[in-house]
């Protein structure tokens, strides 16, 4: 639910003060067929597993080298920094290289990172993921079928 919340939040804040594009992925949802729309549901799954997979790997690699240099809490944090920022920097291209946009994705990125932290289960990071981007997802192809 925090995720949820704090992704409205955040996309409202950057929408009202920034200029933002769509996620062509939403676009592409809300266009496809029933079929291709099942099928990209599961793609995005896979997606978001290797989304988890790369930003585990940037946090416990900077967490393996912070932890040397600083007190484990604020390697802890330091590290969920670190791979929120290469999180939003892998996502400029998908927002037309518009930085407050892809830079909005920080705060979310790092609620993401909480299942992991709490649970050391990438399923369970893995899992909020999916919901809080299907549910966006959904909504595109929900607003589709209710217009067409």
């Not at 955040?10 to 809300?30: E, I, K, Q």
């Not at 484990?72 to 920022?85: F, H, I, P, T, Y």
């Amino acid at each position: 639910m925090l995720n949820f919340i704090l992704t409205v939040v955040v996309g409202l804040v950057v929408s009202g003060l920034f200029h933002s594009v769509a996620n062509p992925a939403g676009d592409m949802v809300a266009s496809a067929s029933q079929v291709d729309r099942i099928l990209f549901f599961g793609w995005t799954a896979v997606q978001i597993l290797g989304e988890e997979v790369f930003t585990i790997l940037i946090f416990l690699g900077s967490m393996a080298l912070l932890v040397r240099v600083m007190s484990r809490k604020l390697a802890l944090c330091v590290a969920a920094l670190v791979a929120s920022v290469i999180f939003g920097l892998v996502h400029l291209p998908t927002y037309q290289w518009n930085m407050p946009q892809a830079f909005g994705l920080m705060p979310i990125r790092i609620v993401l990172l909480l299942p992991y932290i709490i649970t050391r289960n990438i399923w369970t990071s893995t899992g909020v993921h999916i919901l809080n981007d299907w549910a966006i997802f959904g909504s595109s192809a929900l607003s589709a079928m209710d217009a067409g």
